[in-house]
Protein backbone atom coordinates (compact mmCIF):
# COMPACT_ATOMS: atom_id res chain seq x y z
CA UNK A 1 0.00 0.00 0.00
CA UNK A 2 1.41 3.35 -0.80
CA UNK A 3 0.73 6.67 1.11
CA UNK A 4 1.56 8.86 -1.74
CA UNK A 5 -2.16 8.54 -3.85
CA UNK A 6 -4.96 11.43 -2.39
CA UNK A 7 -7.47 13.03 -4.12
CA UNK A 8 -7.75 16.87 -4.50
CA UNK A 9 -10.25 18.44 -7.20
CA UNK A 10 -12.11 16.65 -9.65
CA UNK A 11 -9.08 15.54 -11.09
CA UNK A 12 -6.65 13.18 -8.88
CA UNK A 13 -3.57 14.51 -7.57
CA UNK A 14 -1.33 11.32 -6.68
CA UNK A 15 1.22 13.09 -4.35
CA UNK A 16 4.38 10.80 -5.14
CA UNK A 17 5.16 11.83 -6.77
CA UNK A 18 11.51 11.16 -20.06
CA UNK A 19 15.15 12.31 -21.44
CA UNK A 20 13.85 10.85 -25.16
CA UNK A 21 16.95 10.92 -26.96
CA UNK A 22 15.53 10.90 -30.46
CA UNK A 23 14.74 14.52 -30.11
CA UNK A 24 18.03 15.18 -28.40
CA UNK A 25 20.41 17.12 -30.36
CA UNK A 26 24.12 15.27 -29.84
CA UNK A 27 26.02 18.40 -29.48
CA UNK A 28 23.82 19.09 -26.56
CA UNK A 29 24.71 15.67 -24.79
CA UNK A 30 28.13 16.10 -25.54
CA UNK A 31 28.34 19.66 -23.60
CA UNK A 32 25.94 18.55 -20.76
CA UNK A 33 26.95 15.14 -20.22
CA UNK A 34 30.57 14.60 -18.83
CA UNK A 35 31.14 11.00 -21.13
CA UNK A 36 29.85 8.97 -23.89
CA UNK A 37 29.87 5.51 -24.75
CA UNK A 38 31.67 4.92 -28.30
CA UNK A 39 29.33 6.93 -30.34
CA UNK A 40 26.03 6.48 -28.66
CA UNK A 41 25.41 9.44 -26.21
CA UNK A 42 25.18 8.26 -22.72
CA UNK A 43 23.68 9.68 -18.81
CA UNK A 44 25.48 6.89 -16.80
CA UNK A 45 28.56 8.94 -16.32
CA UNK A 46 26.55 11.40 -14.07
CA UNK A 47 24.32 8.84 -12.76
CA UNK A 48 27.00 6.65 -11.05
CA UNK A 49 27.94 9.80 -9.70
CA UNK A 50 24.21 10.98 -8.01
CA UNK A 51 22.30 7.94 -7.70
CA UNK A 52 23.89 6.57 -4.13
CA UNK A 53 22.48 9.98 -2.65
CA UNK A 54 18.91 8.75 -3.81
CA UNK A 55 17.21 6.32 -1.07
CA UNK A 56 14.45 4.80 -0.39
CA UNK A 57 12.09 5.04 2.36
CA UNK A 58 9.72 2.71 3.90
CA UNK A 59 7.49 3.78 6.87
CA UNK A 60 5.25 1.92 9.75
CA UNK A 61 2.32 4.16 11.05
CA UNK A 62 -0.71 3.51 13.01
CA UNK A 63 -4.06 4.07 11.80
CA UNK A 64 -7.18 4.00 14.02
CA UNK A 65 -9.07 0.37 13.87
CA UNK A 66 -12.46 0.62 12.27
CA UNK A 67 -14.85 1.26 14.40
CA UNK A 68 -17.44 -0.83 16.14
CA UNK A 69 -20.70 -0.08 17.62
CA UNK A 70 -20.44 -3.21 19.90
CA UNK A 71 -17.13 -1.70 21.17
CA UNK A 72 -19.36 1.42 22.73
CA UNK A 73 -21.00 -1.65 24.97
CA UNK A 74 -19.56 -2.14 28.07
CA UNK A 75 -21.24 -5.00 28.95
CA UNK A 76 -20.20 -6.44 25.42
CA UNK A 77 -16.65 -5.36 26.58
CA UNK A 78 -17.05 -7.22 29.91
CA UNK A 79 -18.07 -10.40 28.31
CA UNK A 80 -15.96 -11.15 25.82
CA UNK A 81 -12.78 -9.42 27.77
CA UNK A 82 -11.96 -6.44 25.56
CA UNK A 83 -10.88 -2.98 25.21
CA UNK A 84 -12.37 -0.05 25.75
CA UNK A 85 -11.45 0.56 21.78
CA UNK A 86 -9.58 -1.66 18.59
CA UNK A 87 -5.83 -1.28 18.91
CA UNK A 88 -4.66 1.22 15.92
CA UNK A 89 -3.45 -0.84 12.64
CA UNK A 90 -0.36 -1.17 11.69
CA UNK A 91 0.28 0.59 7.89
CA UNK A 92 3.31 0.34 5.80
CA UNK A 93 4.14 2.28 2.97
CA UNK A 94 7.29 3.55 0.77
CA UNK A 95 8.76 6.82 -0.75
CA UNK A 96 12.05 8.19 -1.53
CA UNK A 97 14.51 10.33 -0.40
CA UNK A 98 17.24 12.63 -1.27
CA UNK A 99 20.82 13.06 0.78
CA UNK A 100 21.52 16.48 0.59
CA UNK A 101 24.43 16.87 3.62
CA UNK A 102 26.31 13.99 3.84
CA UNK A 103 28.48 14.91 7.26
CA UNK A 104 24.91 15.48 9.58
CA UNK A 105 23.36 12.95 7.43
CA UNK A 106 20.34 14.95 6.18
CA UNK A 107 17.87 13.80 4.14
CA UNK A 108 15.10 15.68 1.99
CA UNK A 109 12.00 13.62 1.46
CA UNK A 110 7.79 15.08 1.43
CA UNK A 111 5.95 15.63 4.22
CA UNK A 112 3.21 13.12 3.38
CA UNK A 113 5.92 10.38 2.50
CA UNK A 114 6.35 10.18 7.00
CA UNK A 115 3.52 12.19 8.06
CA UNK A 116 2.39 9.65 11.15
CA UNK A 117 4.90 7.72 11.03
CA UNK A 118 6.22 5.75 13.89
CA UNK A 119 9.38 4.00 12.04
CA UNK A 120 11.31 5.24 9.56
CA UNK A 121 13.76 3.54 7.65
CA UNK A 122 15.99 4.91 4.86
CA UNK A 123 17.62 2.31 2.12
CA UNK A 124 21.01 3.32 0.51
CA UNK A 125 21.52 2.16 -2.93
CA UNK A 126 24.36 0.00 -1.44
CA UNK A 127 21.53 -1.76 0.27
CA UNK A 128 22.93 -0.36 3.61
CA UNK A 129 19.41 -0.12 5.75
CA UNK A 130 19.43 3.18 8.20
CA UNK A 131 17.47 3.67 11.35
CA UNK A 132 15.94 7.49 10.50
CA UNK A 133 14.91 10.63 12.95
CA UNK A 134 12.45 12.93 12.03
CA UNK A 135 14.37 16.23 12.22
CA UNK A 136 10.72 18.46 11.17
CA UNK A 137 8.58 18.17 8.63
CA UNK A 138 6.18 21.04 6.61
CA UNK A 139 2.89 20.39 5.58
CA UNK A 140 2.11 24.34 3.47
CA UNK A 141 5.35 23.13 1.36
CA UNK A 142 5.02 19.18 1.82
CA UNK A 143 8.98 19.20 2.97
CA UNK A 144 10.36 16.92 6.00
CA UNK A 145 13.59 16.74 6.80
CA UNK A 146 15.68 13.00 8.47
CA UNK A 147 18.44 12.28 10.07
CA UNK A 148 20.45 9.25 9.52
CA UNK A 149 24.17 8.16 11.42
CA UNK A 150 26.22 6.76 9.04
CA UNK A 151 29.70 7.04 7.00
CA UNK A 152 30.33 7.04 4.07
CA UNK A 153 27.05 8.71 3.07
CA UNK A 154 26.85 10.33 -0.66
CA UNK A 155 25.29 13.81 -0.70
CA UNK A 156 23.31 15.09 -4.14
CA UNK A 157 24.92 18.72 -4.78
CA UNK A 158 21.76 21.50 -4.32
CA UNK A 159 20.94 23.74 -8.02
CA UNK A 160 19.68 26.66 -8.20
CA UNK A 161 16.15 26.44 -9.26
CA UNK A 162 15.57 30.27 -9.98
CA UNK A 163 17.92 29.41 -13.06
CA UNK A 164 15.55 26.93 -14.42
CA UNK A 165 14.02 27.39 -18.06
CA UNK A 166 11.65 25.49 -20.18
CA UNK A 167 12.67 22.94 -22.27
CA UNK A 168 15.40 22.20 -19.97
CA UNK A 169 16.31 18.30 -19.83
CA UNK A 170 16.02 16.61 -16.22
CA UNK A 171 15.92 13.30 -14.80
CA UNK A 172 13.67 12.16 -12.03
CA UNK A 173 15.12 9.40 -9.83
CA UNK A 174 13.21 7.25 -7.63
CA UNK A 175 11.25 4.05 -5.89
CA UNK A 176 8.23 4.27 -8.13
CA UNK A 177 5.85 1.04 -7.06
CA UNK A 178 8.55 0.27 -4.39
CA UNK A 179 10.37 -1.90 -7.14
CA UNK A 180 13.39 -0.10 -6.39
CA UNK A 181 15.85 2.74 -7.68
CA UNK A 182 14.48 3.90 -11.01
CA UNK A 183 15.58 6.47 -13.25
CA UNK A 184 13.25 8.39 -15.93
CA UNK A 185 13.73 11.66 -18.08
CA UNK A 186 12.07 14.39 -19.63
CA UNK A 187 12.12 18.24 -19.60
CA UNK A 188 10.53 21.44 -17.57
CA UNK A 189 7.43 21.35 -19.18
CA UNK A 190 7.06 25.02 -16.88
CA UNK A 191 7.80 26.77 -14.42
CA UNK A 192 5.69 28.54 -11.16
CA UNK A 193 2.50 26.14 -11.38
CA UNK A 194 0.09 26.45 -8.02
CA UNK A 195 -2.99 26.10 -7.31
CA UNK A 196 -3.01 22.22 -6.86
CA UNK A 197 -3.88 22.66 -3.52
CA UNK A 198 -6.08 25.65 -1.78
CA UNK A 199 -3.59 25.32 1.68
CA UNK A 200 -0.12 24.51 0.59
CA UNK A 201 2.68 27.47 -0.97
CA UNK A 202 3.38 25.81 -4.08
CA UNK A 203 5.53 26.78 -7.01
CA UNK A 204 6.23 24.08 -8.92
CA UNK A 205 8.09 22.80 -11.17
CA UNK A 206 6.46 21.08 -13.95
CA UNK A 207 7.87 17.98 -15.75
CA UNK A 208 6.95 15.22 -18.39
CA UNK A 209 9.72 12.99 -16.85
CA UNK A 210 7.70 9.61 -15.61
CA UNK A 211 6.92 10.45 -12.17
CA UNK A 212 4.64 7.57 -10.26
CA UNK A 213 3.55 6.70 -6.68
CA UNK A 214 6.67 5.80 -4.90
CA UNK A 215 8.40 8.54 -6.15
CA UNK A 216 7.40 10.69 -3.72
CA UNK A 217 10.58 12.89 -2.33
CA UNK A 218 12.93 11.44 -4.72
CA UNK A 219 15.47 14.16 -6.77
CA UNK A 220 14.56 15.66 -10.02
CA UNK A 221 18.35 16.31 -11.12
CA UNK A 222 19.60 18.44 -14.03
CA UNK A 223 22.24 17.30 -17.10
CA UNK A 224 25.12 18.20 -14.77
CA UNK A 225 23.79 16.63 -11.76
CA UNK A 226 22.75 19.16 -9.49
CA UNK A 227 19.32 18.51 -7.38
CA UNK A 228 16.89 21.13 -8.38
CA UNK A 229 13.70 19.90 -7.40
CA UNK A 230 11.88 17.33 -4.69
CA UNK A 231 9.72 15.36 -6.63
CA UNK A 232 6.20 15.83 -5.28
CA UNK A 233 2.91 14.87 -7.03
CA UNK A 234 1.62 14.19 -10.53
CA UNK A 235 -1.70 14.96 -12.48
CA UNK A 236 -3.62 11.48 -13.16
CA UNK A 237 -6.97 10.58 -13.68
CA UNK A 238 -6.02 6.93 -13.09
CA UNK A 239 -3.12 6.86 -10.47
CA UNK A 240 -0.34 6.53 -12.99
CA UNK A 241 2.07 8.63 -14.68
CA UNK A 242 0.56 11.13 -17.79
CA UNK A 243 3.38 12.99 -18.25
CA UNK A 244 2.27 15.97 -16.10
CA UNK A 245 4.51 15.49 -12.61
CA UNK A 246 5.65 18.20 -10.38
CA UNK A 247 8.50 18.95 -7.90
CA UNK A 248 9.19 21.33 -5.36
CA UNK A 249 12.52 24.25 -6.46
CA UNK A 250 15.41 23.33 -4.40
CA UNK A 251 15.35 26.71 -3.06
CA UNK A 252 11.44 26.47 -1.63
CA UNK A 253 12.99 22.83 -0.48
CA UNK A 254 16.66 24.59 1.16
CA UNK A 255 14.75 27.48 2.43
CA UNK A 256 12.73 24.96 4.65
CA UNK A 257 14.97 22.92 5.32
CA UNK A 258 17.33 25.30 6.86
CA UNK A 259 14.24 26.75 8.79
CA UNK A 260 13.75 23.13 10.20
CA UNK A 261 17.57 22.43 10.83
CA UNK A 262 16.96 25.88 13.12
CA UNK A 263 13.61 25.67 14.51
CA UNK A 264 12.21 22.05 14.08
CA UNK A 265 9.68 23.67 12.43
CA UNK A 266 8.82 26.50 10.00
CA UNK A 267 8.24 30.54 10.77
CA UNK A 268 6.12 31.97 8.38
CA UNK A 269 6.74 35.27 7.59
CA UNK A 270 3.72 38.07 7.22
CA UNK A 271 3.69 41.73 6.12
CA UNK A 272 0.23 42.41 6.71
CA UNK A 273 -0.92 42.64 3.56
CA UNK A 274 -3.88 41.06 0.87
CA UNK A 275 -2.68 41.22 -2.36
CA UNK A 276 -4.14 39.55 -6.51
CA UNK A 277 -2.41 39.35 -9.43
CA UNK A 278 -1.80 42.23 -11.54
CA UNK A 279 -4.03 40.62 -14.47
CA UNK A 280 -3.18 41.87 -18.29
CA UNK A 281 -7.23 44.11 -17.39
CA UNK A 282 -6.36 45.27 -14.78
CA UNK A 283 -2.55 46.43 -15.72
CA UNK A 284 -4.73 48.45 -18.61
CA UNK A 285 -7.08 49.68 -16.62
CA UNK A 286 -4.24 51.30 -14.36
CA UNK A 287 -1.93 52.35 -17.30
CA UNK A 288 0.98 50.08 -16.22
CA UNK A 289 1.37 48.74 -20.08
CA UNK A 290 3.25 45.26 -19.62
CA UNK A 291 4.23 45.35 -15.83
CA UNK A 292 4.49 42.09 -13.93
CA UNK A 293 3.64 41.79 -10.61
CA UNK A 294 1.62 41.92 -7.47
CA UNK A 295 -1.12 44.42 -6.37
CA UNK A 296 -1.81 45.20 -2.73
CA UNK A 297 -5.48 45.04 -1.84
CA UNK A 298 -5.60 45.88 1.56
CA UNK A 299 -3.16 46.71 4.20
CA UNK A 300 -4.08 45.65 7.38
CA UNK A 301 -3.84 48.44 10.33
CA UNK A 302 -0.54 48.31 12.36
CA UNK A 303 1.15 45.87 10.28
CA UNK A 304 4.52 45.61 9.23
CA UNK A 305 3.31 46.67 5.63
CA UNK A 306 1.71 50.08 6.94
CA UNK A 307 4.60 50.68 9.16
CA UNK A 308 6.49 50.70 5.82
CA UNK A 309 4.51 52.67 4.44
CA UNK A 310 2.74 50.40 1.14
CA UNK A 311 -0.37 51.74 0.21
CA UNK A 312 -3.59 49.89 -1.36
CA UNK A 313 -2.92 50.27 -5.30
CA UNK A 314 0.66 49.80 -5.07
CA UNK A 315 2.03 46.89 -7.09
CA UNK A 316 5.02 45.09 -5.69
CA UNK A 317 7.45 44.00 -8.91
CA UNK A 318 10.36 43.02 -6.95
CA UNK A 319 11.77 41.26 -3.64
CA UNK A 320 15.43 42.05 -3.26
CA UNK A 321 15.55 42.52 -6.60
CA UNK A 322 13.87 39.89 -7.81
CA UNK A 323 11.36 39.70 -9.91
CA UNK A 324 7.79 38.74 -8.94
CA UNK A 325 5.64 36.91 -11.18
CA UNK A 326 2.58 37.16 -9.21
CA UNK A 327 0.39 37.25 -6.36
CA UNK A 328 1.38 33.42 -4.99
CA UNK A 329 5.06 34.31 -5.78
CA UNK A 330 4.44 36.88 -3.47
CA UNK A 331 3.02 34.56 -0.75
CA UNK A 332 5.70 32.30 -0.93
CA UNK A 333 8.53 34.19 -1.12
CA UNK A 334 6.96 36.26 2.76
CA UNK A 335 5.85 32.93 3.94
CA UNK A 336 9.26 31.53 3.58
CA UNK A 337 11.23 35.23 4.68
CA UNK A 338 13.12 34.15 8.11
CA UNK A 339 10.88 36.18 10.59
CA UNK A 340 12.94 39.47 11.76
CA UNK A 341 14.15 39.67 8.11
CA UNK A 342 14.38 42.99 6.50
CA UNK A 343 13.15 42.71 3.07
CA UNK A 344 13.46 45.13 -0.04
CA UNK A 345 9.76 45.83 -1.87
CA UNK A 346 10.62 47.57 -5.39
CA UNK A 347 7.05 48.64 -6.14
CA UNK A 348 5.11 50.63 -8.54
CA UNK A 349 3.28 53.68 -7.28
CA UNK A 350 1.56 55.62 -9.91
CA UNK A 351 4.41 56.82 -12.35
CA UNK A 352 6.86 56.55 -10.01
CA UNK A 353 8.97 53.51 -8.79
CA UNK A 354 11.14 52.97 -5.25
CA UNK A 355 12.05 50.25 -2.68
CA UNK A 356 10.63 50.26 0.14
CA UNK A 357 12.07 48.43 3.22
CA UNK A 358 10.19 46.34 5.57
CA UNK A 359 10.41 43.96 8.61
CA UNK A 360 8.68 40.45 8.29
CA UNK A 361 6.83 39.92 11.52
CA UNK A 362 5.63 36.60 13.12
CA UNK A 363 2.51 34.57 11.47
CA UNK A 364 -0.26 35.88 13.58
CA UNK A 365 -3.63 33.82 14.33
CA UNK A 366 -4.26 31.37 11.89
CA UNK A 367 -5.87 31.02 8.39
CA UNK A 368 -7.99 28.44 6.56
CA UNK A 369 -8.94 27.76 3.30
CA UNK A 370 -12.48 26.74 2.73
CA UNK A 371 -12.21 23.42 -0.20
CA UNK A 372 -15.50 21.89 -0.87
CA UNK A 373 -17.52 25.09 -0.04
CA UNK A 374 -19.62 27.77 -2.04
CA UNK A 375 -16.32 29.72 -1.06
CA UNK A 376 -13.93 27.14 -2.26
CA UNK A 377 -10.54 28.97 -3.70
CA UNK A 378 -11.03 32.01 -0.54
CA UNK A 379 -8.10 31.43 1.87
CA UNK A 380 -9.35 33.34 5.42
CA UNK A 381 -8.16 34.48 8.86
CA UNK A 382 -9.45 35.76 11.45
CA UNK A 383 -9.80 39.58 11.83
CA UNK A 384 -6.89 40.78 13.84
CA UNK A 385 -8.50 42.85 16.96
CA UNK A 386 -7.15 46.68 15.00
CA UNK A 387 -9.40 45.36 11.86
CA UNK A 388 -12.01 44.66 13.78
CA UNK A 389 -12.02 48.25 15.57
CA UNK A 390 -11.78 49.78 12.32
CA UNK A 391 -14.89 47.67 10.77
CA UNK A 392 -16.84 48.42 13.94
CA UNK A 393 -17.24 44.25 13.70
CA UNK A 394 -15.93 41.02 14.27
CA UNK A 395 -15.31 39.08 11.30
CA UNK A 396 -13.32 36.75 8.64
CA UNK A 397 -10.73 38.62 6.35
CA UNK A 398 -9.95 37.36 3.09
CA UNK A 399 -6.44 36.40 2.78
CA UNK A 400 -6.11 35.37 -1.16
CA UNK A 401 -8.55 34.03 -3.72
CA UNK A 402 -7.67 31.43 -5.93
CA UNK A 403 -7.96 32.95 -10.04
CA UNK A 404 -10.96 31.09 -11.86
CA UNK A 405 -12.45 29.82 -8.52
CA UNK A 406 -15.84 29.49 -6.95
CA UNK A 407 -14.80 32.59 -4.92
CA UNK A 408 -13.25 33.94 -7.39
CA UNK A 409 -16.23 33.88 -9.82
CA UNK A 410 -18.22 34.79 -7.11
CA UNK A 411 -16.96 38.40 -6.78
CA UNK A 412 -15.18 38.16 -3.67
CA UNK A 413 -11.62 39.95 -3.12
CA UNK A 414 -8.62 40.11 -1.30
CA UNK A 415 -9.41 42.15 1.88
CA UNK A 416 -12.70 41.82 1.90
CA UNK A 417 -14.00 41.41 5.93
CA UNK A 418 -17.00 38.99 6.01
CA UNK A 419 -19.31 40.22 9.07
CA UNK A 420 -22.36 38.09 8.14
CA UNK A 421 -23.56 35.34 6.84
CA UNK A 422 -27.67 35.24 5.89
CA UNK A 423 -27.92 37.67 8.65
CA UNK A 424 -25.79 35.50 11.40
CA UNK A 425 -22.64 37.26 12.61
CA UNK A 426 -19.90 35.20 12.09
CA UNK A 427 -16.84 36.55 14.13
CA UNK A 428 -14.20 33.86 13.25
CA UNK A 429 -13.37 31.08 10.56
CA UNK A 430 -14.90 28.25 12.86
CA UNK A 431 -18.16 30.56 13.12
CA UNK A 432 -17.94 31.08 9.30
CA UNK A 433 -17.40 26.91 8.61
CA UNK A 434 -20.80 26.78 11.18
CA UNK A 435 -22.78 28.83 8.68
CA UNK A 436 -21.87 27.39 5.50
CA UNK A 437 -22.11 23.78 6.65
CA UNK A 438 -24.72 22.05 4.37
CA UNK A 439 -25.21 25.30 2.58
CA UNK A 440 -24.94 24.58 -1.41
CA UNK A 441 -27.51 26.86 -3.11
CA UNK A 442 -27.24 30.18 -2.47
CA UNK A 443 -25.55 32.79 0.78
CA UNK A 444 -26.04 36.17 1.32
CA UNK A 445 -22.49 37.35 2.66
CA UNK A 446 -22.49 40.88 4.48
CA UNK A 447 -18.61 42.16 3.69
CA UNK A 448 -17.07 45.31 4.72
CA UNK A 449 -14.91 46.71 1.66
CA UNK A 450 -12.82 49.41 2.05
CA UNK A 451 -14.87 50.76 4.76
CA UNK A 452 -18.20 50.42 3.38
CA UNK A 453 -20.53 47.53 3.55
CA UNK A 454 -22.25 45.38 0.95
CA UNK A 455 -24.30 42.76 -0.06
CA UNK A 456 -22.82 39.62 -1.95
CA UNK A 457 -24.74 36.70 -3.05
CA UNK A 458 -23.02 33.05 -3.71
CA UNK A 459 -24.72 30.83 -5.20
Known amino acids: MFRSVITLRPAIITFCAALAFAGLPSAAIGQAVPGVAGALPTLAPVLERVTPAVVNISVVSETPAASNPLYNDPYFRR ?3 LPEAPPPRQRM ?4 GVIVDAANGHVLTNHHVVSN ?20 SDQATDIALLKVESSNLVALEIGDSNRLKVGDYVVAIGNPFGLGQTVTSGIVSALGRSGISNDRYEDFIQTDASINPGNSGGALVTLDGRLIGINTAILTPAGGNIGIGFAVPSNMAVSVMNQLIEHGEVRRGRLGIGIQDLTPDLAEALQLGELRGAVIANVEPGSPAERAGLQVGDVVTAIDGHPVQGATDLRNRIG ?13 RGDSE ?15 DLSGTPLDGARMRDASPPEAQQAGADGVVIESILPDS ?8 PGDMIVAVNRS ?6 DLRGAIAGQRT ?9 GGRLLLVVR
Request: no cysteine; aromatic share 2%.
Open 442 to 450: ILALELIRD
Open 425 to 430: PVSSVA
Open 79 to 81: FFD
Open 117 to 136: AREITVTLKDGRRLRAELVG
Open 354 to 368: QVVSAKIAAETGTSA
Open 336 to 348: LTPVGSTIGLTIR
Open 93 to 96: SAGS
Open 406 to 413: PAARAGLR
